[in-house]
């Protein structure tokens, strides 16, 4: 992912926003709402764009944008930051891929020392029992 080309390939629009604010919310656009193209991009290959529908496909429309909005602060500079933030960590995320785990072994020292463990345990709490007199 090409993350330059992608930022730049954001749309925004603003609306008002709901909430606290009085007057002030009632007269200002600050609701930002970040729309992404994902097919029409050129900052993704083929492949990550079909892992992208795959992650995060109930998010898309059915043109395959991708809008979140943000209405989180009273300044819509603000709000046009942390859209495009999570836009790309949407994206990031559904791009990561996991490490395989690769299975792994006790090791034989471990294995014996846990034993050895055991053994003590065993004798200690032997010692505490009443001796047998028959």
Known sequence: MREAIVIREIRFSASRSGGPGGQHANKVSTKVIARFDLFASAGLR????????????PRLS????????????????????????????????????????IPTRVSKSARMRRMQKNKQH?????????????
Do not use: F
């Not at 079909?50 to 496909?57: A, C, R, V």
């Not at 065993?122 to 028959?134: E, G, H, I, S, Y």
């Open 46 to 57: 083929e492949d990550e764009k079909l892992l992208i529908s795959e992650k995060i496909g």
């Open 62 to 101: 059915e043109d395959g944008i991708l809008q979140l909005s943000c209405d989180s602060t009273r300044s819509q500079h603000q709000n046009k930051v942390i859209a495009t933030e999570r836009m790309i960590s949407l994206l990031e995320g559904a791009l990561h891929r996991p490490r395989k785990r």
């Open 122 to 134: 065993a004798q200690k709490k032997a010692l505490r029992r009443k001796p047998d007199l028959d």
